[in-house]
């Protein structure tokens, strides 16, 4: 959690801009990642809840993970925030998977404090 902090407090500038419109792409169908980013909504949300059946709720984890930085590279003006399953479910695993010191940059700044407030 130490490491995370610091993390926090380099990405987060502070300021945090309207979101307009929001994509949101289930977070276990890679075709629906490469599609996305044809498209330039205010913010991207990797979906990890209702999109995502439950015996897919695993990869749907480990894609949002390993696509963050992607998203990011493949369009650095759109913001990323993913969008854990509720607190009564799946919530942890999806923090802990998703929320890491390599992804945590590319988060967008208010959904990373809430996710972070959380994780600890």
Not at 72 to 92: G, M, Y
Request: charged share 20%.
């Amino acid at each position: 959690p130490y490491m995370l902090q610091k993390v926090i407090k380099r990405s987060f500038s502070g300021t945090l801009a309207p979101i307009k419109s929001a994509l949101f792409v289930p977070a276990n169908q890679e075709r629906f990642y490469k599609k996305c980013i044809s498209f330039t909504p205010s913010i991207y949300v990797p979906d990890m809840e209702d999109s995502v059946p439950l015996n897919s709720k695993d990869k749907a984890r480990e894609m949002a993970a390993a696509k963050i930085k992607w998203l990011h590279e493949s369009n650095p003006n759109v913001k990323i925030c993913p969008r854990p399953n509720d607190l009564e479910s799946t919530f942890a695993l999806d923090i802990n998977t998703v929320l890491t010191k390599e992804n945590a940059p590319y988060i967008y700044g208010q959904m990373l404090l809430q996710l972070c407030r959380f994780s600890v």
